[in-house]
């Protein structure tokens, strides 16, 4: 039997984490209950999070958009907010599973499980997403290029939890483009995932972020390539140098989805691709 | 964890609720929390508690018509995916009463049919729709 706790704020739930930091928080349970049928591994205890009022919601504030951690891809898709400044964030969270999953997955499980297939995770990490974590001892702003240690490890601690994100509201005038590569539109999980902001300024690029998934053992951000391509002139060229220089800097590899050169191939023409998008 | 579709066919003996995969991949199962289509494969039940749970026994008496729709076009072979179709669909019409394709398509992406070839279950929707 598991046991399940079930507290209704923000404040029980901390504490009660902190007596027993082996508890498993649990959200909308896409990941969690995905369990193998035949070996059915039970979890000892669970800290139910969908009751804390304080981590679901989206608010706006002047410098940056804090997203609770509960918050369904549902919500984060319909909402115009997020369609207004974050389109990128919006479109990932529109292809993540189906209806039914959208309707339940959240994103600070989508972060928390750190897969490295996970969509929304490349997108945080062009926007340059704080994640705000919280324990009794408070809260600790976690830069999000900094969360992600380790193949499904991240810098959380076990007495913390996913409380927000804050995604600082973008530049006038920047892109963002985002890109799943996957069996089917729906339901599918990615090959390879792409997001991408850009500015122009000039004819060239001010500003140039890009990460991936599912092409390295974490979401990464690819900065050596940011950096070869900052400051060049939009067009064909800088678009396939830029999807070069990104498909020498992963090393994919070949699993039930995938192969590795499928995945590096894709990389290649997906990242040239949006690149020329940014115009 | 107690699932969610377990409790509503063993226990409630609400056998219209289907398992198909039990791992969240084919939408047999689903059923409306709080309005909202889900995967009961899915749901623990502790997160149940005070919150509604609509099954296809209760869509049986809201909407009748739409069964005889299914039927009509050919929405329905063999009938495992049946009953999570007509929730997810009886949630969509209420978010939108007159869905385009599109809408009905990227409304059933997460459930499977391996019968019909979708062309019936879309074609009852956008005629119950339509009515
Ligand atoms: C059919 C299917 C399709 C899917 N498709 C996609 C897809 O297309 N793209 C994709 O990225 N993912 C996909 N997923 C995976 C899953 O839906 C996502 O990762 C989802 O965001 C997980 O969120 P959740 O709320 O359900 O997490 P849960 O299952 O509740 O939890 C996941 C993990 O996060 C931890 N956790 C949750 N919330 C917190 C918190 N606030 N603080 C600390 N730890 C926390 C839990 O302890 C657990 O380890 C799919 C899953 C299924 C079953
Ligand atoms: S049985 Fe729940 S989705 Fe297949
Ligand atoms: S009718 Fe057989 S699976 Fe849909």
């Known amino acids: ?279 | 964890m107690a699932r969610l579709l377990d409790v509503l066919r063993e226990r409630l003996e609400l056998t219209g609720t289907k398992e198909g995969c039990g791992e969240g991949e084919c939408g047999a199962c689903t059923v409306l929390l709080e309005g909202r289509p889900v995967l009961s494969c899915l749901v623990p039940l502790v997160q149940c508690a005070e919150r509604e749970i609509q099954t296809v026994e209760g869509l049986a008496d809201s909407v009748p018509s739409f069964f005889e729709q299914f039927v009509a076009t050919g929405g329905v072979q063999c009938g495992a995916c049946t009953p999570g179709i007509v929730v997810t669909a009886a949630a969509l019409l209420v978010e939108s009463p007159k869905p385009t394709r599109d809408e009905v398509q990227k409304a059933l992406a997460g459930n499977l049919c391996r019968c019909t070839g979708y062309e019936g279950i879309i074609r009852a929707l956008i005629e119950e729709a339509g009515r």
């Open chain 1, 1 to 279: 039997m598991t046991r399940a706790l079930t507290p209704s704020n923000l404040r029980e739930a901390l504490s009660l984490l902190g007596e027993d930091p082996g508890l498993v928080p649990m959200a909308g349970c896409t990941d969690l209950m995905v369990t193998d049928p035949v070996e059915r591994v039970e979890l000892p205890a669970v800290l139910d999070l969908t009751r804390v009022r304080e981590l679901r919601g989206i608010r706006r504030g002047k410098e940056a958009l804090e997203i609770g951690a509960t918050t369904t891809f549902s919500e984060i898709g319909s909402s115009a907010d997020v369609e207004e400044l974050f389109p990128a964030l919006a479109r990932a969270a529109r292809v993540i599973g189906g209806w039914q999953i959208q309707n339940r997955a959240t994103l600070g499980g989508n972060i928390a499980n750190a897969s490295p297939a996970g969509d929304s995770l490349p997108v945080l990490l062009v926007l340059d997403a704080t994640l705000v974590a919280a324990s009794t001892n408070g809260e600790r702003r976690i830069p999000y290029t900094e969360f992600h240690v380790g193949y499904r490890r991240t810098a959380l601690e076990p007495s913390e939890l996913i409380d927000r994100v804050s995604l600082p509201i973008p530049v006038p005038g920047s892109v963002q483009a985002f890109r799943k590569v996957g069996t089917r539109e729906a339901q599918a999980i990615s090959k390879v995932v792409v997001a991408m902001l850009g500015r122009v300024e000039e004819g060239k690029l001010a500003d140039y972020r890009l990460a991936a998934g599912s092409v390295a053992p974490t979401p990464v951000r690819l900065a050596e390539v940011e950096d070869s391509i900052r400051g060049r002139s939009v067009g064909e060229e800088t678009a396939s140098l830029a999807g070069s220089l990104a498909r020498a800097a992963v090393k994919p590899i070949d699993d039930v989805r995938s192969t590795a050169t499928y995945r590096a191939f894709a990389l290649e023409r997906v990242v040239r691709r949006l690149t020329l998008q940014l115009i």
